[in-house]
């Protein structure tokens, strides 16, 4: 607009400087002739729409003329005002945010540590864990927040899988074994079993030889636990692993436990059993060196504490190891300053609380 001014007022000032050459009769009539067109262009048009050089060009020229001759031209004094204040709240307008508004700066530093303090989390995982301490954050907006940081995603996103009824997952639990190998190459053996409806697991015993008799011995362990807290549970799923034998399956018939066998080769039946083996080894034991069987059983037991009490579960809507713990859901959004971590393992695994 600068340029097209500098050129409008070059131009105009040419014009005058010629008219200075010019003979008042003849420069009277071009007057009269100009009038008479503006005249029959006011009648068609009363309002023309001017750019701003042209606004600067006639502001200019209306203050050399008379005051009795300004209210007769397109320029009036109410137009100059009303130009000005468009300019004025041209100048100090303030451009309107798109979207949502952006986040505090403490509140994306909190997002960045949980990240790099917990090199296995993804955005789902910190989303939970930010509610857990009263901040509701959109997932997109984490993601965001740990680009902009140079944060980089979590490895091996996990697909969960949702083919159980919802109805009877009250009544569902599912075992199964997963093998560690210890630093002197000896493989021991864990088996547990987990509640499908509040993820809770249940550590059942570790052995260097798995056998049928042990497995056996397993369950009735576990059948004698469930009978002495009044279980509700009707189903247990279970694949097609040789240890589980037809003794395996009597001990639970006797409390009134289906089995549920899985297809051949579809560790997805079992995909509750196999997310929880997955996360023990990625969050725990495949960062730690395993000496002996006792020591994997300290390991073990401080982790699967940690899952049933001290973590959210995105499977079971950020909540804690069962649906009716809403008390260990913070209802108010604690302080920045007052969230502290809890180490487990050795800062292996990491809790967050607000501080008392």
Known sequence: MSVRLVYRLFVQVLFWLAMFARSSASKDAEIL??????????RNNPRPCLSWPDRAVLAGLARMLPKALRNHRIVTPGTLLRWHRRLIAARWRQPTPLGRPPIGDELAALIVRLARENRTWGVVRIQGELRRLGHRVAASTIRKVLRANGVPPSTGRDDTWRAFLHAQADSLLAIDFFHIDTVTLK?????FVIEITTRRVHLLGITEHPTAAWAVQVARNLAGDLEETGHRFRHLIRDRDAKFSAAFDTVFASISIQIAVTAPRSPRMNAFAE?????ARRECTDRVLITGERHLRHVLDAYVAHHNTGRSHQGNEMRLHAPHDEPNMIPFPARIDTIRRRQCLGGLLNEYRPAA
């Open 33 to 42: 002739a100009l009038r008479h067109e503006v005249a029959v262009l006011r």
């Open 187 to 191: 493989r021991l053996y864990v088996a």
């Open 275 to 279: 997310r929880w083996i997955g996360s």
